[in-house]
């Protein structure tokens, strides 16, 4: 396993192999790639299009072989042997949100840290992994497959990038993605995320709440919303307000409005696979205004009933009846992520990560049960994703683990289970791996994203030498 370790430290601990990488970092994060409307030539909008080529022109000018794959995915390839890995990095990111202390679209490094949008999830480790392609190539490295790099256009919106490529192209018989932690995640949650709610004829009983709207993406924990609601003054909202804020941390605005009072919350945003590491906005909101003196009408049961079942600070899903965990996966978590009121009803939706003791029975159908005891409906999305699982002792995870032991020097590491689904969970035997080390916060898919110049070379040293090893 060290044959090649001290050629690829020495490689990688040249200064101008990190102004190299931090410059092909900075360029891909000068690219807004959030999903857009699609057209012919993009399918998931300009932005990720844009990426897509200034990913694949980054790729070119260092020599690789690549390929633009219907605009779906770029393709990158190490040589032109049989492949025997392939390695899958995205170039799309989540919307840039609020609270940015720089332009989230500029790469700005200050005191080792890089900060944009991207610079973690998913372009710092796609140019890592890059970089351990070249060095390989570089270093003269005796590999006898090839590894193929597929740069990614839709992994924060359903992933049908790949979906599309592995539709018409083999599956490599290993394969990784550097897009979440070391040492190697081999258990991935399955997914449920339906889509519910409630209608009614048009109401005249006042108090009530006209308008709802909250969240932006379902795998984001919502960091604002707001409410509309006639016949209560701002005096009247603002001490359950107040109080909410002490028990939250979320901040309430109130405005007066004709014949009554808008309410906004601030929340903080985060993954939807770590629900603890954010604040609810929804979920905040709903606390108020289901302790206001609302009259006694469809919407108030319905923001009464949605008080009740997702209550703030409720991350596993013990009101709605669905809470389970188990020793190889963990707790199931839950984020409602997204909900719209208006004078003729509501439609929601929350994503939860569920462990392998999920079943259709204990998780889809008591959800459906809680919810129709209230009145509400489940209208689409009613199945679980399978929950990804790679054995342990698989050659793929023993080899990626010592790869990770090599360079950091940490004794016995062993595999972990997320809650998060990587661009691996439909692929057979693919795990995740980096490029995020134990104890280090990239603030993903919030504000102030961050990537540590010393971890991405670091995880491309590591790279290098899996891709030795898999690949000689």
Not at 28 to 51: I, T
Not at 376 to 404: F, N, W
Request: charged content about 25%; overall charge negative; some cysteine.
């Amino acid at each position: 396993m060290d044959m090649y370790e001290k050629e690829i430290s020495a490689y990688f601990d040249d200064p101008a192999r990190r102004e190299e990488l931090v410059k092909a970092v900075s360029r891909l994060v000068g690219v807004k790639s959030v999903k857009g409307e699609a057209a012919p030539d993009a399918p998931f909008g300009p932005g990720p299009r844009a990426a897509l080529d200034e990913g694949l022109k980054l790729c070119g000018e260092m020599g690789f072989s690549v390929r633009d794959y219907d605009h779906y995915v770029g393709l990158v390839d190490l040589n032109d042997k049989p492949t025997q890995l392939h390695i899958l990095g995205h170039l799309d990111v989540v919307g840039e949100g609020t609270g940015w202390d720089t332009d989230p679209y500029t790469c700005v490094e200050k005191d080792g840290m890089l900060y944009g949008r991207g610079v973690s999830d998913d372009k710092g480790p796609v140019c890592a992994a890059l970089f351990a392609m070249k060095a390989v190539r570089d270093l003269g490295l005796p590999v006898s497959k090839n590894v193929r790099l597929i740069l990614g256009t839709d992994e924060e919106s359903g992933s049908e990038d790949i979906a599309y490529y592995y539709a018409r192209e083999p599956y490599a018989p290993q394969a990784f993605t550097p897009d979440a932690d070391f040492p190697v995640i081999n258990v991935e949650k399955g997914h449920y995320h339906p889509d519910f709610g409630a209608c009614w004829d048009k109401e005249t009983a006042e108090p009530r709440v006209t308008a709802l709207q909250g969240g932006f993406r379902v795998n984001v924990v919502p960091p604002e919303a707001a409410a509309t609601v006639l016949g209560v003054s701002a005096d009247q909202a603002e001490a359950l307000c107040m109080g909410m804020e002490k028990r939250s941390g979320a901040k309430f605005t109130l405005t007066q409005a004709p014949g009554g009072v808008s309410i906004h919350c601030m929340g903080k945003n985060a993954h939807a696979a770590s629900p603890d590491d954010g604040i609810n906005a929804i979920s905040a909101l709903l606390e108020v205004l289901a302790e206001l003196p609302l009259a006694d009408c469809p919407s108030t049961k319905a923001i009464r009933s949605m008080a009740g079942l997702f209550p703030f600070g409720d991350t596993r899903g013990k009101a709605l009846g669905i809470a389970q965990s188990d020793a190889e996966s963990g707790e199931l978590t839950l984020n409602l992520a997204l909900m719209t009121l208006d004078e003729a009803g509501f439609t929601a939706k929350f994503d939860a990560r569920v462990p392998i003791c999920a079943t259709k029975e204990n998780c889809a159908q008591a959800c459906e049960k809680a919810l129709a005891a209230q009145g509400i409906q489940v209208t689409g999305a009613r199945e679980m994703t399978h929950v990804h699982v790679v054995e342990a002792d698989s050659p793929l995870v023993k080899t990626l683990l010592k790869c990770y032991e090599t360079y950091t020097g940490v004794k016995d590491a062993k595999p972990l289970a997320i809650g998060g689904g990587t661009y691996v969970h439909d692929i057979p035997g693919g795990v995740a791996f980096g490029c995020d080390f134990p104890g280090f916060d990239p603030k993903m898919h919030s504000a102030n994203e961050q990537a540590s110049v010393d971890n991405l070379l670091l995880s491309a040293k590591i790279f290098a030498l899996a891709i030795a090893e898999l690949c000689r």
